[in-house]
Every structure is written in structure tokens, then in C-alpha cells.
């Protein structure tokens, strides 16, 4: 039987969203305050803090993210690390997980996507479906990434990222703190504001393992179907879903507008 809410309750639900909203809001600008001048560990620090094991961080095996595993582990005893293995992986980033887990002594999750929903996908539009649209892309990325995601970060109240501001136009409008309204966390940005070289200066300072496809042409690396080596000259993210432009190369785990897909 259909449930029906008479207009009281639906003012009273849309004025308890309401303020949800607003307290969130106020969390995130606290953050953001105690938090502009602090380097990625003491934001790293700060955050795990606030929320004492609730504090999660999904690595892609980037640069960036090996940074970040590398500040964590440093900061949290047996933190919370997943990875999404979308099936279309190269074999290097792989390996880089299993010496990851070693030089840190952690388990990262590895999270997989639904197969009854990548063999539909796959009937439906074919094994290489997003090369053929932005809607296929994103409906493949969906599949592969979005949704295991979110089955990943439920229960938890921070989600970390390894995103910096100058990888995209999409990021230039982030902030070190910000407030996930499609997941419903804190999303927290310790390296927005680093540069690339920054990035590579304390991987070698501290002999940190990263993907030896990086050596190779691959600044940026996601699926292997979607990733090819960059030009010189090139962008570093224009090697990413290269035959889309610039403003659509998000797969959506990171936009603030789009919910699921």
C-alpha cells in the first residue's frame, strides 16, 4: 500500500532537511577555518580527531594517494584504506597494492562492482561502451566505481581524496573541507593546494612506492582502456577518457551535482 504524508509532515521533514543542511554547513566552515593554514598532516591529524574511527580514505594507487597512505599510516594505527577495482585495471596497479600493503603493514579493502550489473551494462551497450558517448562513459564509470563506493563509505563520517586543485578545471572550485551531499560525509582534501612537483619531491624523500607506469608517460592513471600516455606539452589529466573535453572527464565520484550517475 502506498504510504502517504499529510502536509504537515512533509513541512516538518523539509524543515528537519533544512537544518541538517544548515549544521552541516557550519561543521564544514568550522573545518575550513581551523584547518587554512595546516599542512596535509595536521589536516590529516585534525580530521581523525573530530571523528575517531570514522575517518576513511578511498586511494585510486595515485601519486597523490600514495602520499597520503604514507602521511595516514603515520598518524593512524590500521586506518581505513579501500581501493575500487573496477576489473579493467592495468597489472601495475595491482602489484602496486601488494607492496603497498607491505611496506605499510595494512590491508587495503578491495572493492569490486556489483556483477550482475556489469554483465547487464555489458549485454546492453557492449564490453567497450564508453567510447561511444559521455552518458555510456558515465554509466560505466557508475557501475565500476560509483556504486561500490558508496557501499564502501557507508558508516563512515570523513572521506579523504587525493585531489588537487591544479589536476583539473572540474577542481578548481574545491576546498580542503567540504561537505559530500551525495554520500553524506565531510570530504576532506589534504593536498588540494600542492603542486605536482611538491607531490614528487616527498615521494623520493621518503622512498615511497608508486605505479613505474608514472616513468612511462602516465601522470594520471585510472582504467586501462580509458588511459593513455600524455604528449609533452599535454595536460596531465589529458590522457584520461582523451577523446572526451576537458569539462566532462570527471567519472563522478567527485562531482557535487551528480547523484549516482
Known amino acids: 500500500m502506498l504510504k502517504t504524508?499529510?502536509?504537515?509532515?512533509?513541512?516538518?521533514?523539509?524543515?528537519?532537511?533544512?537544518?541538517?543542511?544548515?549544521?552541516?554547513?557550519?561543521?564544514?566552515?568550522?573545518?575550513?577555518?581551523?584547518?587554512?593554514?595546516?599542512?596535509?598532516?595536521?589536516?590529516?591529524?585534525?580530521?581523525?580527531?573530530?571523528h575517531p574511527g570514522k575517518l576513511m580514505f578511498s586511494s585510486s594507487m595515485s601519486a597523490e594517494d600514495q602520499v597520503i597512505t604514507h602521511m595516514l599510516t603515520g598518524i593512524v594505527k590500521?586506518?581505513?584504506?579501500?581501493?575500487?577495482?573496477?576489473?579493467?585495471?592495468?597489472?601495475?596497479?595491482?602489484?602496486?597494492?601488494?607492496?603497498?600493503?607491505?611496506?605499510?603493514?595494512?590491508?587495503?579493502?578491495?572493492?569490486?562492482?556489483?556483477?550482475?550489473?556489469?554483465?547487464?551494462?555489458?549485454?546492453?551497450?557492449?564490453?567497450?561502451?564508453?567510447?561511444?558517448?559521455?552518458?555510456?562513459?558515465?554509466?560505466?564509470?557508475h557501475v565500476r566505481k560509483i556504486e561500490p563506493l558508496q557501499r564502501a563509505i557507508k558508516g563512515y563520517e570523513v572521506w579523504v581524496t587525493g585531489l588537487r586543485r591544479e589536476q583539473s578545471p572540474t577542481r578548481n572550485d574545491l576546498y580542503v573541507a567540504d561537505w559530500d551531499e551525495n554520500n553524506q560525509v565531510v570530504k576532506v582534501n589534504p593536498l588540494l593546494e600542492w603542486s605536482e612537483d611538491q607531490v614528487w619531491d616527498y615521494i623520493y624523500a621518503h622512498n615511497i612506492p608508486y605505479n613505474p607506469l608514472h616513468d612511462n608517460g602516465y601522470p594520471s592513471l585510472g582504467c586501462k582502456p580509458c588511459t593513455r600516455p600524455v604528449l609533452p606539452g599535454e595536460d596531465i589529466r589529458a590522457g584520461r577518457w582523451w577523446w572526451e573535453q576537458p569539462e566532462t572527464k570527471e567519472c563522478g565520484l567527485h562531482s557535487k551535482h551528480e547523484k549516482g550517475r
Open 78 to 141: 590500521n586506518p581505513a584504506v579501500f581501493t575500487l577495482d573496477t576489473g579493467r585495471l592495468f597489472y601495475e596497479t595491482y602489484d602496486l597494492i601488494e607492496k603497498t600493503n607491505t611496506r605499510y603493514g595494512i590491508d587495503i579493502r578491495v572493492m569490486f562492482p556489483d556483477r550482475q550489473a556489469v554483465e547487464q551494462m555489458i549485454k546492453e551497450k557492449g564490453i567497450n561502451l564508453f567510447y561511444y558517448s559521455v552518458e555510456n562513459r558515465k554509466q560505466c564509470c
Open 5 to 50: 504524508f499529510s502536509g504537515l509532515q512533509i513541512l516538518s521533514r523539509y524543515y528537519l532537511f533544512t537544518e541538517i543542511i544548515v549544521m552541516q554547513s557550519s561543521k564544514v566552515e568550522k573545518y575550513r577555518d581551523a584547518l587554512r593554514e595546516a599542512s596535509p598532516e595536521a589536516v590529516l591529524s585534525y580530521m581523525n580527531d573530530q
